[in-house]
């Protein structure tokens, strides 16, 4: 008989990067002939409802994050084995709120990332509110094994090599003369990301005006794909004029699906990533899955994407950070951010830029190596098989327990 997985996360229509794993994960979860899913996906607006997609997935629209009492009334009236969270815990206080009662009928999952050291002991309480937590980045697994070894496993985000993946050479080429005409040539840096502050695009415009300053041809192109009116973010298309670069970049503003998104990847001689805080950095996974090297921060999830952590290689260029600082709120105690300055930066860009353009061979190498290491490391169909084994070990030990008392100070998130 198959499992009945209750799914709540941003909901898979959309292109969030959590809307994405989800997409991926009950796409590889279906695909075994073990499981329905019935995802609660999370929309900013519109109407609830229902949709039945087919007889394995079913998608109960909700706009805003569900409640403890929502989730524990649908449970309490359908037949559920197990229940995976996956977001930021801020969103699921609610249910940890009620997480005694839901645990009755099933157990909780949590697909966890956290951005940075310190190991944050503020959520011990929602680590202790979930059966399982499965952790997509190494960093958030090396922190919380620390107090729950015995419910923490590392299971990290992929993409399925149908969705992403390197094209031909002459396709590649072919697309790069339709989309950039005359500058088809030019050493092409990608950057995918969010218009916010975390994303540093406002300081990436700046480090790339000191990468052309250090250029002789300035033979190169910045494609930022974003919203470039998020009114949470910056005024990207001003500071581009300001700094006199508009030659130089090109802003994406319109939705793109999967297919062109693919294109961008191939088109791109690498991608790049200097949040100060980044839990994954998909973007980086993204590139290195379509043979594109990285140009990356050496923070939270993005560290073992842009090294190799079995020798120590670099899959593109590693930024290490000039600065460390603890931020934090009264959600959010305390938590290190890291910043490169634009000098730091704009050095990184030119290495790559200057094997690109004088070392061909060892561009190619870095390419063919980085490609291979997210292949093996980040395998779609090895992280279907280790959820799968991770659902029912986490579903037998909860049946196995005749009764559990769960004992915390509760801390409120808001």
């Not at 190498?365 to 779609?380: D, G, P, T």
């Amino acid at each position: 008989m198959k499992k009945n997985i209750l799914l709540i996360s941003d909901n898979i229509k959309t292109t969030s990067g959590v809307a994405l794993q989800s997409l991926y994960l009950t796409q590889g979860l279906i695909s075994t002939g073990k499981y329905n899913i019935t995802q609660i996906g999370v929309v900013v607006s519109g109407e609830n409802k229902t949709e039945i997609i087919n007889e394995n997935l079913k998608i109960i629209y909700n706009v805003g994050f569900p409640t403890g009492n929502q989730v524990l009334e649908y449970v309490s009236l359908n037949h559920i084995d197990a229940i995976i969270l996956v977001n930021d815990p801020r969103f699921f206080s609610s249910i940890f709120n009620r997480e005694q009662s839901i645990r009755e009928f099933c157990p909780i999952i949590y697909w966890h990332v956290w951005d940075n050291m310190p190991t944050p002991r503020f959520n011990d309480y929602v680590y202790d509110s979930v059966d399982q937590i499965n952790c997509h980045s190494y960093l958030t697994y090396e922190m919380c094994k620390e107090n729950f070894a015995n419910k923490t496993s590392f299971i990290p985000h992929s993409i399925p090599n149908t969705v992403l993946y390197p094209m031909e050479k002459k396709d590649i080429f072919k697309n790069k003369e339709a989309i950039l005409g005359e500058e088809k040539n030019k050493f092409i840096v990608l950057w995918i990301n969010r218009n916010i502050l975390r994303k540093r695009g406002a300081d990436l415009l700046f480090s790339w005006k000191k990468f052309l300053d250090k250029t002789i041809e300035k033979d190169a192109i910045l494609i930022m794909h974003t919203d470039v009116n998020n009114p949470s973010g910056y005024n990207l298309e001003e500071i581009a004029e300001y700094l006199n670069i508009t030659k130089n970049v090109k802003f994406s503003v319109d939705k793109l699906n999967n297919s062109l998104i693919n294109v961008m990847y191939n088109i791109s001689d690498a991608t790049i990533n200097i949040s100060h805080a980044e839990g994954f950095g998909l973007n980086i996974l993204e590139g290195l899955c379509c043979k594109k090297p990285g140009i990356a921060m050496v923070t939270g999830g993005l560290k073992r994407q842009i090294i190799n952590h079995n020798d120590g290689t670099e899959n593109g260029v590693a930024i290490y950070p000039d600065v460390s600082v603890i931020n934090g709120n009264q959600e959010v105690h305390y938590i290190y951010e890291d910043f490169a300055s634009h000098e730091n930066i704009s050095n990184s860009i030119f290495k790559l830029y200057d094997i690109w353009k004088n070392k061909k061979e060892e561009y190619e190498s870095i390419c063919e190596k980085s490609y291979k290491y997210a292949s093996e490391e980040f395998s779609y169909g090895k992280m279907i098989i280790d959820w799968d084994v991770s659902i029912e070990k986490t579903i037998v030990n909860w049946k196995n327990k005749t009764k559990y008392r769960v004992t915390k100070i509760w801390r409120k998130f808001f």
